[in-house]
């Protein structure tokens, strides 16, 4: 056993603790859980914190449950939104049960016989409860009063929305979830981010007030880029956990592109890394930032973790692909989504593959043919001036013929203009 609060508090991610906990876990292996809402099919980076710490918590010799709401997912959460949801089909929830939990089976050991982790579905217990049953024996416990004091309550109240009947007895819905798993898996803690807690203390108010029994509550802080600007949010929106919805290419870039101040933190969040290594990294990263070895550190440990060692090496040499000296010989192994994936954002323009079999020169394919260039005389002043790249190799002679040879997989020709302009021309 190790202390599990104090490894949350020295890496920063420790927000609430309801008192006695700590010494609760130190007692011995204590079983605990966090929620997921089924919303999607993937998790996303906005997740990572809260499945660190179920990784932490079964680090340290305790019992992870991942609890998913497939009931609760179909209801909504008013908690830090400013607008209900929508609802999800059965259908959905279902799909996207069977999703997350094999995301989940990449980050914890639910095989192990001892403190192995569990995942366990809401609607199990709710989809037989009837309206009146949950009325009666539950919701005669907590008053309307309780309710109404909590924040996420209130905030709503005050907005423009309003809040609905069904979100409002979302507290009370996910402190049955609480009491269900205290009374039948001995489920002591509730652990979530901290715009949770006011739903997890109805729960350990729930199990005092029903049962006269004791349970314990722990957040996490809630993740701020120190810009200002949304934490797993990028132009092109979430930054997934499924390589189908976020490629482990963007996935990599999302973390090596982070600032210094974010990093510092991050590292200590995000990865397992322990105190003494992540003092050392810092110790390099500040005699020579401009190497980025934190970030790089980073974004290594948790593309890893998230997809595997293939993925992350496929990451760096797209990487050093588009920003360094990589080959030719890497981009001829990718097949075309992985290419339209790595140039997406990427202007992009289609030319005949017909033309390319008769030849064209240099000039008129970037000028004409495509608009890389706004005029052929543009065109042949950057190509004399050495500022342009036809498939990483500089272009001489603006009147170069260009042909199907310099296609790339059969279809693509890379222009680079300047250090960092990227043009894909796909052949057709």
């Known amino acids: 056993?190790?202390?599990?609060?104090?490894?949350?508090?020295?890496?920063?991610?420790?927000?609430?603790?309801?008192?006695?906990?700590?010494?609760?876990?130190?007692?011995?292996?204590?079983?605990?859980?966090?929620?997921?809402?089924?919303?999607?099919?993937s998790l996303h980076v906005g997740h990572l914190t809260q499945i660190m710490t179920l990784i932490h918590?079964?680090?340290?010799?305790?019992?992870?449950?991942?609890?998913?709401?497939?009931?609760?997912?179909?209801?909504?959460?008013?908690?830090?939104?400013?607008?209900?949801?929508?609802?999800?089909?059965e259908d959905m929830v279902e799909h996207n049960l069977s999703e997350l939990k094999k995301q989940l089976s990449r980050f914890l050991k639910f095989e192990d016989a001892g403190n192995g982790a569990v995942m366990i579905n809401n609607a199990d217990w709710f989809k037989d409860m009837s309206l009146f049953t949950f009325i009666r024996d539950i919701g005669k416990h907590i008053t309307v009063n309780y309710m109404m004091a909590k924040d996420s309550v209130k905030r709503r109240l005050e907005g423009e929305s309003g809040l609905s009947f069904t979100e409002f007895c979302y507290q009370l819905i996910q402190g049955y979830d609480f009491y269900y798993l205290?009374?039948?898996?001995?489920?002591?803690?509730?652990?979530?981010?901290?715009d949770q807690w006011g739903n997890i203390v109805t729960g350990t108010e729930l199990i005092r007030r029903k049962d006269s029994g004791t349970a314990y509550a722990i957040t996490t802080n809630l993740i701020k880029k120190a810009d200002g600007t949304k934490f797993g949010k990028t132009e092109s929106g979430a930054v997934w956990l499924d390589a189908g919805k976020t490629s482990p290419y963007k996935f990599y870039q999302f973390w090596l592109n982070a600032s210094d101040d974010d990093t510092k933190k991050w590292i200590r969040i995000f990865t397992l890394k322990t105190k003494e290594e992540i003092e050392a990294l810092e110790t390099t990263h500040n005699e020579a930032p401009h190497l980025r070895v934190l970030q790089k550190a980073l974004a290594e440990d948790i593309t890893v973790r998230t997809h595997s060692e293939e993925a992350l090496e496929t990451a760096i040499k797209t990487s050093d692909f588009l920003f360094g000296n990589g080959s030719l010989e890497f981009f001829n192994t990718l097949n075309e989504a992985q290419v339209l994936e790595i140039f997406e954002g990427i202007p992009q323009y289609v030319i005949s593959m017909t033309e390319l079999e008769e030849?064209?020169?240099?000039?008129?394919?970037?000028?004409?043919?495509s608009t890389v260039f706004t005029s052929?005389?543009?065109?042949?002043?950057?190509?004399?001036?050495?500022?342009?790249?036809?498939?990483?190799?500089?272009?001489?002679?603006?009147?170069?013929?260009?042909?199907?040879?310099?296609?790339?997989?059969?279809?693509?020709?890379?222009?680079?203009k300047g250090k960092k302009n990227y043009y894909l021309l796909i052949a057709k």
């Open 1 to 41: 056993m190790t202390n599990f609060v104090e490894e949350l508090r020295w890496r920063g991610m420790l927000q609430d603790i309801m008192p006695g906990t700590e010494e609760k876990l130190n007692e011995g292996m204590t079983s605990g859980y966090i929620g997921f809402d089924p919303t999607a099919d």
């Open 57 to 89: 918590f079964q680090l340290a010799g305790h019992k992870p449950y991942a609890l998913v709401g497939g009931a609760t997912g179909m209801v909504g959460d008013p908690s830090g939104k400013s607008a209900e949801r929508n609802l999800q089909t």
């Open 182 to 194: 205290w009374k039948h898996h001995n489920c002591l803690v509730q652990m979530g981010g901290s």
């Open 359 to 369: 030849g064209i020169d240099a000039a008129t394919l970037l000028a004409e043919k």
């Open 376 to 416: 052929k005389g543009e065109a042949k002043k950057l190509v004399q001036g050495g500022g342009v790249s036809v498939n990483k190799e500089k272009l001489a002679d603006p009147g170069s013929r260009m042909t199907t040879s310099h296609l790339l997989n059969g279809q693509f020709i890379i222009v680079q």
